[in-house]
């Protein structure tokens, strides 16, 4: 099992450029999540999905947006990039819908905006 | 709304020496209360996590926590600390669906 799998690794945007990070996992889980972390700030949940064709915000969702069309994969779109969202970018999964389990996270994401 | 307190931005220890990681909390109902930790350039990886019952977890790593209800605490301990134990550590606490984590503590155990 590859557990959770990020891409790309790296990636520098221009103001206004759009990009998706992509998200998949191959446990089955019915929970995906998307955090962004800055540092001082901890990690801060940005959207959420309880499973296929749901998704909900959390704490930080302006700025993006997601889909949910299958179970293995939890996309995170960027419209218009603004500097503030520079950042590290995790995904995370966990079989528990309720969200009381432990969380599977996938290695990041590093996003730089200029 | 719930809120995850780590009081210690840096937390120094040395090898051998026992080691505690605090963490309070702020949430309306029963919580539940996890530990995470995060290696350099690497995503988090879960360590224990508190439900319910006994008041002292034990987790990965020979890693435990204590729950105090009153005191609204999940402090992270471990009685032996190791070099490799240096890493940065996240608590943090679910409600209803979501998951809020504490802006972290740097732990350094020197050898």
């Known amino acids: 099992n590859a557990g959770v799998t990020q891409t790309p690794k790296f990636q520098v945007l221009k103001t206004g450029q759009s990009m998706t990070l992509q998200c998949a996992q191959d446990m089955n889980h019915e929970y995906m999540s998307w955090y962004r972390q800055d540092p001082g700030m901890g990690l801060r949940l940005i959207h959420y999905?309880?499973?296929?064709?749901?998704?909900d915000q959390g704490e930080v969702p302006n700025g993006y947006n997601v889909s949910r069309s299958t179970t293995e994969d939890f996309p995170l779109r960027l419209l218009s990039a603004a500097p503030s969202q520079t950042s590290v970018y995790f995904c995370?999964?966990?079989?528990?819908?309720?969200?009381?389990?432990?969380?599977?996270f996938g290695e990041g994401s590093r996003l730089t905006v200029l | 709304a719930q809120s995850v307190a780590q009081p210690e931005d840096q937390v120094n220890v040395a090898e051998g020496n026992p080691l505690t990681v605090k963490c309070t909390y702020s949430?309306?109902?029963?919580?539940?209360l996890f530990w995470y930790v995060q290696y350099p350039n690497r995503g988090l990886q879960f360590l224990l996590k508190y439900i319910t019952g006994d008041n002292l977890v034990k987790g990965s790593y020979g890693f435990e926590a204590e729950f105090n209800k009153s005191q609204t605490s999940f402090h992270l301990k471990k009685p032996s600390a190791l070099v490799s134990d240096s890493a940065l550590y996240f608590c943090?606490?679910?409600?209803?669906?979501?998951?809020?984590f504490g802006s972290g503590t740097q732990l350094t155990v020197l050898p």
């Open positions: 995370a999964s966990s079989f528990d819908r309720a969200n009381t389990g432990e969380l599977f």
């Open positions: 949430v309306s109902g029963n919580p539940y």
């Open positions: 943090a606490v679910s409600t209803a669906r979501q998951l809020t």
């Open positions: 999905s309880v499973g296929a064709g749901i998704t």
